[in-house]
Nanobody
Framework: QVHLEESGGGLVQAGGSLRLSCVVS????????VGWFRQSPGKEREFVAA????????RYADSVKDRATISRDNAENIVYLQLNNMRPEDTAAYYC?????????????????WGKGTQVTVSS
């Protein structure tokens, strides 16, 4: 059974940093592209970043480009999302998705598997 679990969220002041983690189990992680998404109340889910299973290709939304770094450790089945210089508009629940594929158009085509999310709140 595939399971994704996010962690690392919390309350941070504007300008601060957080590192989110997504641990994946129940699938061949080293063959799996992974994406990060976020959703705020009243807003649609938004793509944030994605990483190819090799780690060699990355995609970022314009809203976080130059402030975010996605990485992975295939030995530990973890994908990280480092967010720097955070802004109040980064406040959202952050979710990871696995089983999709990087896309040059949308950034990432959704896979079938989601975690339950981790809340990030940025205070001004």
């Amino acid at each position: 059974q595939v399971h994704l679990e996010e962690s690392g969220g919390g309350l941070v002041q504007a300008g601060g940093s957080l590192r989110l983690s997504c641990v994946v189990s129940g699938m061949t992680f080293s063959n799996t592209d992974v994406g990060w998404f976020r959703q705020s109340p009243g807003k649609e889910r938004e793509f944030v970043a994605a990483i190819r299973y090799t780690g060699a290709s990355l995609r970022y939304a314009d809203s976080v480009k130059d402030r975010a770094t996605i990485s992975r450790d295939n030995a530990e089945n973890i994908v990280y999302l480092q967010l720097n210089n955070m802004r109040p508009e980064d406040t959202a629940a952050y979710y990871c998705n696995a089983g999709g594929a990087l896309s040059s158009v949308s950034g990432y085509l959704l896979g079938a598997f989601w975690g339950k999310g981790t809340q990030v709140t940025v205070s001004s």
